[in-house]
């Protein structure tokens, strides 16, 4: 199901980011409340570290070959920790409909966790994501926000110790 109760405020994360180990540390956080079926929108300028808190979340999982940007192929797949991971970069869309062009819809599905960089490319065509983060560099760390959209969002939050 993909709503929250009206009355209740979705729980929030907000972190400071000193350095790459604070970001691989969250992403390994991140990456333990993952479940088949998420989708998780990060947002944030060039460089503000997106691909590099993916990055830290496959290598939680045990992934330890090289994870590339999917700036050129769009998407990239990953099998690991018994999870279908698919990794989205909408970057080089020049219009929402190139989304549905390409066939992406299968790939979000109970079976999946889909992450997705750039998801406003995607102008609305995108599911309702369960687990929104923003990034934005400050000093030579990167501010993190991490929101839910869901109640499986929520759920994931609340493992995270959200307030």
Known sequence: MHSLDEN???PKITRFLADEGETDSFGAQLAAVLTPGLVITLSGELGAGKTALVRAMLRALGYLEKVKSPTYTLVEFYVVSSLYLYHFDFYRFND???WDEAGFREYFNENSVCLVEWPEKADGL???P?????LSVRDAGRDVVVE????????CLQKLGAS
């Open 130 to 134: 369960d687990i929104r983060i923003s």
């Open 148 to 155: 839910s959209g869901s109640e499986k969002g929520r759920q």
């Open 96 to 98: 929402p409909h190139e």
């Open 8 to 10: 209740r405020q979705p």
């Open 126 to 128: 995108l599911p309702r």
